[in-house]
C-alpha cells in the first residue's frame, strides 16, 4: 500500500485552538458518561428494544389474522400503533445524548474553534426548551384526558400521554448536559457505544 506524498484538498492544516474538533489529538477528551446516566440510557434502549419486538410480533399477527380468522383479535392493531408510538418517544433522550437526532450539520463545516462550542451549546439550549415545551405539553394532556381510553384495549389515555413526557424529560436532562459538555467531542452513536 501507498501513500500519496500529495495532500488532498480535504485535509486543512492542525488547528491552533484546542477546542476545534478536526484535530482529536489537541481536542478535549470525551465526557465521561456518570453510571446513572449509563444505566438510563441502558433503560431506554432495553424499552426501545421490546417495544421493536412487540411491534414485529404485532405486525406478523394481523397479517397471520388474514388468512387464520379464529385468531384475529383487534387488540393487536392498537399495540402495534402505540407500540410504534412510544418507541418514537421513549428514545428521544437517547438519541439526544447520543448526537444522533435529527440535525442539519453544515455550520460543523464552517464554523471553528470558540465558535463552533458555542454553536453547539445554543443548539443544545433550543433543544432542551423545545422538549421542555412538550414535556408540559404532554403533561397537560395526562391531566386533560384522566378518564378516555382507547377503543380496543381501553387503556387509559393519561398511561398513554406519560410515555412522551418520560421520553421529552429525558431530552431535556440529555440536552442540558450537552449545553455543559459542547466543548468536548460528540458521542458516537453506534453499535460499541456506551
Known sequence: MTTDPVPSAAAAPAPSDPSDRSDPSEAKAAWPEPRWLAI???TELALASVLVVLIFVSVLWQVISRYVPAVNWPGVAE???FSFISLTFITVGYLIGRNGHITIQIIDYVVKGKAFVAVKAVSAAVTALICAVLAYESFALILTYTDRSTAALEIPLWILYTVPLVGFASGVV?????IFTADRPDPVLGAGAS
Open 40 to 42: 438510563w440510557a441502558s
Open 79 to 81: 399495540v402495534a400503533n
Open 174 to 178: 440529555r440536552a442540558v448536559i450537552r
